[in-house]
Each structure stands twice: as structure tokens, then as C-alpha cells.
């Protein structure tokens, strides 16, 4: 089985090399003329040439290698996003947008040069519609900062990705994370984008100033008092049938179509009340198997993440928890107080009928913080496992009743091809993640990373999966994407690229 990781890893070999080597390719320098026409733009203090800020925006935190771009701009406002696309694309010059650079498929890397479009700076909450359950914001704020801003609204934005992300990042990448179990994807939260295209023209998905809620999420406000998984929202519009889901084609696009410099996000109810609970079992098999009953039960988790015993037992030793070192799972609970103690009854004797045991539950804040910064810590963790090497993470989903036989094979296929990893991951809604432990420096076990990756998606793909839950597909999935998809659906994708970018100047290199 090693020998076969190494064999399908030998030809493809070549994008791992770690982003301290940072390779300038066949991208150019931009004319003197250009440079200064995009200060004209946006001012001279907020474009950058220099090498050390180049490399700071030519990598993301995935192990791509590093590829800046020509120059790092800094805009102000949409009219000057607006003005910076349509002189790059009448001069035929690449886009990369640029966020918080958290993401981990090489979103951001500038494989043909260009100028990268760092959108911090717009950073405002342009409009809170607390009766309409709605936020306008733009590409600087990010996740903490919104949720900051709402603290004494009695509202919130659940999507959890881990990372404090831009939001108009998150959109971009379709991200969800831990809660999307209970409040969905950032597809089904994204209610109104706004969207500079290529040749500098300003789009709004929706239309201008709507937030019409998606038929998924609509419940009459009884649905909230039962108990069901997802909360009620106000009594405002709730649905559009009109004319193609323009919002829903931007949301993943990863910047390859256009520059979101606005989106409109649907808020959620803060929770009367909150508990977690944990919970440890004999094998991944039984951790499953309680994941899948809990939902056929329709127990309302609104977290609920399985941990294997490698990624408990680094969680211990990075975060100070006292976890049993087994298969485990994190759960967590939103409702009313009597609802909890309901939740949690049924939970522990799902539980318990799997053959887990360790069923421990809190609702004090102080636990359940300590509980989940472990959770979001994870990453880190297992790093520290073998000092000195780095971290290559990627996810895949599959339907829920897939998930055992999945996650089964991932462990057997980790010892067969030698590699040190963990698996942890939203199991509430069939996505895992892998962390891979590898030195730099080691070729071979680079190729073996990379074999392991590919061989991942197909399994995941052959299970009527998909290659990516949340990452997205950036530089490295593309061969996957092809496969999920087929023929046509990449000459469908190809063409509306080509529709709305035919120069092919946005983000080039990725999805497709």
C-alpha cells in the first residue's frame, strides 16, 4: 500500500515545497506607468511593491508554495475597488482578492503575478436590520468583530469556521464549520452579495438593498418553541423566485469571478440557553454510529464534532484538558433551559446504547469555552505532536451513513502509507479533516502527503461524496473537482467563467 501512495504521488509532485521558497514564475514586473496609475487609484501609501509584503500576500496557510504578486493594493471604498478592476482589465492584468488569508487550498497565491486587492480596509457594519434578522457588511470584518458588534442586540451569526475570517471571505469559499449541523453553510446564510466583476461594473446578486431569506431556513415562529433544528426568523420576506440565484453562484466562486466588496448575512437568535457535553466511545465505528441515531432522533444538536484519539490526546497536552484519550465526541445543545436537560437525556442514552460512556455535560460558560478553544485549537495541537514539521490539512464529506466505513478506511490508509495525522471534523453533517504531519525536507514523504490527499477525495467521490466540505478547491482540488462533476459540468463552469471574466484576469489558476 506504501509503494502505491508513492507510485501515484512520483509524477505530481511539485506544489508542496514549503512557501519559504517563494517562486516568481513567469509573472512580471508591472510598468512604472501602472504602478503609479494604481496609486492615482487608491494613494501612494496604500500600494506596495516591496518584496517582504509581496511574499506576506503570496501564500495562505495551506503548504502551497508561495507566489506573489506584483503589488498589494490597499482600497478605500467600492468606487475605488470598482476603479482598480476595470484598469487592470483594460491593462490585462491578473486580480487576486485578498481577505484575512486564512484559507488553506492556496486560494490566494498569485500564479500569474498581478496585483493582489487586500480588502481590509473596508471594514464598516454598512447596515444592521435587527426586525429583518439581516447585516450589510463589507470584506474587512471579520466573524468576532460582527458577533462583537451584536453582543446587546440579542442576535448573532453562527457559521464558525474556526478561524476569525473575513465574512466576505467565508462567502467566497462557501465555509462553514461546527454549527453548520443546526444553522447551515454560509450558502444558506448569504442572503444579498454585492460584486464588482472583472471589467470594474458593479453587480448586486439579489438586487440593491434586498435580503430575501431562503425558502431552507423559513419556520414559523412555533417551530422555535418544538424544539426543531433550526430557529425562527422574523416575520419579513421570506423567499424570491425571481429569475436565476445569482447570490448562490458567487458563494464559493473563490474570486474568480468577481471581487465581493459587500454581503448581506442572515442572523440568528442568541439562545436562551447553551450547555456542552462530551462524551468518549471504543471506536470510531460506535462515535458514528451515535452521531447518525442522534439525528435520525432528531436530537437539535447545534454542535456536534468528532475527535479522534490522536487529536485528544495533543488536545491534552496543548490546551491542560483532562480528556479520556479515546474516540470522542464534543457536543453542544441551543434552547431553552428545559429543552437542554431534555437534549441531553436523549443524547446520553443514545450514547450509552453505542456502548459510550464519559457522558459529562455543563452549562457554565467558563467549561464550555475551555471546550471549545480546544476544539478550535486542534490544528495547533497536533503540530506540536512533532516539532518541527508542518501541517497539511485537508476535508472531504460524504453522506452521514457513509461516514463509518470512511473514516475507517482514512485511519488504515494513514499506517499503510506511513504517515502521522489526526481526524477530527463536523460528523453532523458527514465532514471530516485530516491533519498530515510532514517535514519540508522530505521529498518522498511530501509525495506521500500528496498521493494520500488525492487518493482521499476519490474515496470520498466514490462514496457520493464530495472532495471538499468547506475548504474549497483553490489550487489543489482541481483534478478532484473534475472528477465530482464530469465533463459537462466543467465545460458548464468554463463557460460562465468565460461569460463574465474572458480575459481570465480573476484569481487565475483556481477551480478550473
Known sequence: MAGLFRAAAAAAWGQFPWRGYCSRGAQGKLSKDFVEALKAV???????????????HGHDESMYRCCPPDAVVWPQN???????????????????????????????????????????????????????????????????????HLRD??????????????????????ASGTTTVRYGTMRENVLNLEVVLPDGQLLHTAGPGRHFRSRLLARSPLSCDLGTHLPCVSPGPRKS??????????????????????????LHSVPEAIAAAT????????????????????????????????????????SNTNLTVAPTLFLEFHGSEQALGEQSQRAEEIVRCNGGSHFSWSKQQEQRSQLWAARHNALYAVLALRPGCKGCITDV??????????LVQVKEDMKASGITGSVF????????????????????????IEAFVYQLGRRALALH??????????????????????????ETMRKLKATLDPRGLMNPGKVL
Not at 475605488?80 to 484598469?87: E, F, I, K, P, R
Not at 464529506?397 to 470512511?406: D, N
Not at 461524496?465 to 466543467?490: D, S, Y
Open 42 to 56: 487608491v494613494g501612494c501609501p496604500h500600494v506596495s511593491t516591496a518584496a517582504a509584503v509581496l511574499e506576506q
Open 78 to 148: 467600492v468606487e475605488q475597488v470598482s476603479q482598480l478592476a476595470a484598469l487592470c482589465h483594460r491593462e490585462g492584468v491578473p486580480i487576486i482578492p485578498f481577505g484575512t488569508g486564512t484559507g488553506i487550498e492556496g486560494g490566494v497565491c498569485a500564479v500569474q503575478g498581478g496585483v493582489c486587492i487586500n480588502l481590509t480596509h473596508m471594514d464598516r457594519i454598512l447596515e444592521l436590520n435587527t426586525g429583518d434578522f439581516s447585516v450589510v457588511v463589507e470584506p474587512g470584518v471579520t466573524r468576532k468583530m460582527l458577533n462583537t
Open 153 to 174: 442586540t440579542g442576535l448573532w451569526f453562527p457559521v464558525d469556521p474556526g478561524a476569525d475570517a473575513s465574512l466576505c471571505g467565508m462567502a467566497a469559499t462557501g
Open 241 to 266: 423566485a425571481a429569475g436565476y440565484n445569482l447570490t448562490g453562484l458567487f458563494v464559493g466562486s473563490e474570486g474568480t469571478l468577481g471581487l465581493i466588496t459587500a454581503t448581506t448575512l442572515r
Open 279 to 318: 462524551c468518549v466511545f471504543p471506536s470510531v465505528q460506535a462515535a458514528v454510529d451515535s452521531t447518525i441515531h442522534m439525528l435520525q432522533a432528531a436530537v437539535p444538536v447545534a454542535r456536534i464534532e468528532f475527535l479522534d484519539e490522536i487529536t485528544i490526546d495533543a488536545c491534552n497536552r496543548y
Open 397 to 406: 464529506c460524504v453522506p452521514i451513513s457513509r461516514l463509518p466505513e470512511i
Open 425 to 448: 471534523g463536523h460528523v453532523g453533517d458527514g465532514n471530516f479533516h485530516c491533519i498530515l504531519l510532514v517535514d519540508p525536507e522530505d521529498t518522498e514523504e511530501l509525495c506521500r
Open 465 to 490: 461524496g464530495t472532495c471538499t466540505g468547506e475548504h474549497g478547491i483553490g489550487l489543489g482540488k482541481r483534478r478532484l473537482l473534475q472528477e465530482e462533476v464530469g465533463p459537462v459540468g466543467i
